[in-house]
């Protein structure tokens, strides 16, 4: 088989058929590790096949302890130690099966529909104390229930994709005329009296990954830009290098910072999403610190030729590990769904001084399951009277206060608790797997 360079377009009937004559193989190893469920994955090699398979793996709750990345040339081989959110290895029982989510829905980090039970609203601009406070009374007002939302900030901007339904049908809103006049309002809301340039809705019915979505909102935002010194400054700022290795005709990054969950979805997919492909790369989160090497080239086969290209890329990858560096006090907050919800919650939030710095927000059900992350107005931890007082006002059983590094992932966490099995995780998924790579065409 010829190898074609990645700067020639491959023909998608002829990738296809390199697919279907190349047929991927994931193999999972639970004997070779003591500490790691090893996940290998070999494929025909075609843009994009890391970012897939690092999503597919952190779309299960999956921690990748250690990565092996090898797609130079025509194939793509890969091999993943991972855990489960508790450090543990898989397990071989089969209890799991009927709590397996399916890999037919990309839904990321919120609960959602399927795609076209929900109206899509997609919001960046500068952030301010208040502004989810908002834009949640706004839609509340125009009869829009929000049935899940993501909201993240970063160097004093907001990017948010929130999904709608109508207030009374419960379906998604189609109507133009009333669309126009959501991201009007909207828009009005975004821009205050300090953002009359920059800010931006979009409307769609479907559904997104929800989080590469918002890398791609902020990083269209520019929110890799200098920091100006406003509140949102991280904790701890990310050691990143980029280099070119001349001998091999690659960019060498290497990156060092504190290790959490999808760090390394978020550093593959915004080199991704520069244009970027990587050829090999190691990676090594078994401790508080995390290390990442890749050995990259842009799309049209060469590497970064310029210092200003190279201190893009560095900004860049910072603002990418820093945008889910949740800064405040993680408040989650579990009660009977109602239209309203979201309005009335974070209305208390800003008339008691607290600013959200990240939410996430999800429906089960009949059941609303949300988490903010808050800080009081300038930024500064919110002292505990306050937050007393918040939760007094909610409902003490409703609103509670959590340790962040104890805390599971609200969107894909099941209701009954144990182990990840081995055997429904890969033997009944394995061909789901591979149809959310794009690599088979069902999963009958």
Not at 29 to 48: E, I, M, P, Q, Y
Not at 70 to 94: C, I, P, R
Not at 217 to 222: G, I, P, S, T, V
Not at 306 to 330: D, F, H, P
């Amino acid at each position: 088989m010829e190898y074609w360079p990645p700067s020639v377009a491959v023909d998608d009937e002829f990738e296809k058929l390199v697919r279907r004559v190349n047929p991927p193989r994931v193999t999972v190893d639970n004997d070779s590790s003591k500490k790691a469920t090893l996940v290998k994955v070999d494929s025909a090699n075609k843009r994009g096949s890391l970012l897939e398979v690092v999503q597919v793996l952190t779309d299960m709750n999956l921690l990748i302890r250690r990565a092996y990345i090898s797609s130079d040339g025509e194939w793509f081989m890969d091999v993943f130690h991972v855990t489960d959110q508790y450090g543990n290895k898989l397990a071989q029982d089969d209890s799991l099966g009927p709590r397996v989510r399916s890999f037919r829905s990309r839904r990321s980090s919120v609960d959602v529909q399927s795609a076209m039970e929900h109206t899509t609203i997609e919001l960046t601009g500068r952030d301010r104390p208040g502004l989810l406070s908002e834009v949640s009374a706004v839609l509340a007002d125009l009869k829009c229930n929000v049935v899940a939302a993501e909201v993240w900030t970063h160097n004093s901007r907001m990017a948010s994709v929130v999904y709608i339904t109508d207030e009374a049908s419960g379906n998604p809103i189609d109507d133009p005329a009333r669309l126009d006049k959501v991201k009007q309002l909207l828009l009005y809301v975004l821009k205050g009296d300090m953002d009359k340039r920059s800010a931006n809705t979009a409307v769609s019915v479907g559904s997104t990954h929800t989080e590469r979505r918002l890398h791609q909102l902020m990083y269209a935002d520019r929110d890799y830009d200098a920091d100006d010194g406003s509140r949102g400054r991280a904790r701890g700022k990310p050691f990143v290098t980029v280099e070119n290795c001349r001998d091999k005709g690659y960019t060498v990054v290497y990156l060092r910072c504190q290790d959490r969950p999808k760090l390394i979805f978020d550093t593959v997919c915004t080199l991704t999403d520069m244009e970027y492909v990587v050829y090999h790369g190691t990676v090594i989160a078994e401790g508080p610190e995390a290390y990442q090497e890749y050995y990259i080239r842009h799309m049209d086969g060469y590497p970064i030729s310029s210092e200003a290209e190279r201190q893009r890329v560095i900004n860049c990858l910072e603002a990418a590990i820093k945008r889910r560096t949740s800064e405040g006090m993680r408040l989650e907050l579990c009660c009977e769904d109602r239209v309203g919800l979201l309005s009335d919650v974070t209305r208390i939030f800003r008339e008691n001084g607290l600013t959200v710095t990240r939410a996430e927000v999800t429906t089960r059900g009949s059941q609303a399951v949300n988490a903010f992350y808050v800080t009081d107005s300038s930024g500064k931890p919110v002292k505990s009277e306050t937050i007393e007082a918040v939760r007094n006002e909610i409902g003490l059983t409703i609103l509670r206060v959590t340790d962040d590094s104890q805390s599971k992932p609200l969107a894909h966490e099941s209701s009954t608790t144990g182990k990840f099995s081995l055997g429904n995780l890969f033997r009944s998924r394995s061909e789901k797997f591979l149809y959310n790579l794009g690599l088979i065409r069902s999963c009958s």
